[in-house]
């Protein structure tokens, strides 16, 4: 079975190839952490630069991303688009029995 072309999706990438072939933001939802748009075309967001910053001299010092997101929450930091606090997800390591709890 073939499947059919969907005509919306070829309008809308027709559009974002149009946008980026002009040297606009033809981004795919909402631009990275520390940028937006401004009339269509991508501009860095100082404000969030700055918090880049503040992760990376944190993580830089030793702390664990995830330490970087407690230090931001008690902080008072939030995302931005739910006011939730931050969380860094990280691939689960692989258990391993010799390792000892800190509870011991």
Do not use: C
């Amino acid at each position: 079975m073939s499947a059919q072309p969907n005509p919306t999706w070829q309008r809308l990438e027709a559009g974002r190839q149009a946008k980026a072939a002009q040297g606009g933001y033809a981004g795919y939802g909402s631009p990275a952490f520390g940028e937006r748009t401004v009339n269509g075309e991508l501009v860095k967001d100082e404000k969030e630069q700055q918090i880049i910053e503040l992760i990376r001299r944190h993580h830089k010092s030793g702390k664990s991303l995830q330490q970087v997101a407690n230090w931001l929450n008690s902080n008072g930091y939030t995302t931005a688009s739910t006011a939730k606090t931050l969380r860094f997800l990280t691939v689960p390591q692989p258990k391993t029995s010799h390792l000892k709890s800190k509870q011991t």
